[in-house]
């Protein structure tokens, strides 16, 4: 995922300067030049700030598909949509991270205080590293894979305690993977990250047998409560 040209090319287009931008985002104008040139990223926490200020949507940010959510509210950037795609958006809504868990009937559990073997599977580079920054911070081991294949290849090969899997991914899509997963390590945690929170989606990863589900764009602790 190039977030560092989505910002450039944002940039450009409202005739901002990298100065300007700094200035709303309250950072330096060398932050926004190292982001463009993908030298460095935003913290996950700018991304509503980013959003916000370069008229960008999270998704388009963080390499996700628009949902329909998405081209509903912004139909001067969208192709237009017919009425049965506004229909189809209303029959399956798209759930906050509150509703997510009365899905799964999640309850906070107090971490067990010890560092965990976590596989984190997201097709996009940013969201890994973010994710990396995260548990490691707490002390967690993090092992990588870009999609769905390499997720049950590195299964194969290592003992792990909690895989975060993401649904939109090439190769083979987030649910194809946790059906898999939980056929062929069914004691296995794992826990759904993914902005396509579509009420049926999540019921989906329920049923296939996933712990929880973390709506993107996430808050660092909800994720740290579902892996302790």
Same mark, same amino acid.
């Given at each position: ?19 300007? !931008? ?12 190292? @982001? ?10 700018? *991304? ?19 949902? @329909? ?50 596989? *984190? ?20 081991? *993090? ?46 945690? !794992? ?23 973390? !709506? ?13």
């Amino acid at each position: 995922m190039n977030i560092g040209g989505i910002i450039k090319y944002r940039r450009q287009k409202q005739n901002m300067t990298q100065g300007e !931008v700094a200035a709303l985002l309250n950072v330096t104008p060398q932050a926004i030049s190292r @982001w463009e040139m993908n030298i460095s990223y935003p913290d996950i926490a700018m *991304v509503p700030k980013i959003s916000e200020v370069l008229k960008v949507s999270a998704d388009e940010l963080l390499g996700i598909k628009p949902l @329909w959510e998405t081209d509903c509210r912004r139909q001067e950037e969208a192709t237009i949509l017919n009425e049965t795609d506004c229909r189809k958006q209303e029959e399956d809504p798209i759930l906050n991270q509150s509703q997510a868990d009365s899905i799964f009937d999640y309850v906070p559990i107090p971490s067990e205080g010890r560092g965990r073997k976590v596989l *984190v599977t997201d097709d996009a580079e940013f969201m890994r590293m973010i994710l990396t920054d995260i548990l490691t911070s707490k002390g967690h081991t *993090v092992l990588l894979a870009e999609n769905g294949q390499e997720c049950l290849n590195i299964l194969q090969k290592e003992t792990v305690d909690v895989c975060v899997l993401d649904i939109g991914m090439p190769v083979m899509d987030g649910m194809e993977t946790l059906r898999r997963i939980k056929k062929e390590h069914p004691d296995l945690k !794992v826990i759904m990250l993914s902005a396509r929170s579509q009420e049926s989606s999540v019921k989906l990863t329920l049923a296939l047998g996933a712990d929880a589900f973390v !709506v993107k764009p996430f808050h660092e602790e909800c994720l740290i409560q579902r892996t302790g």
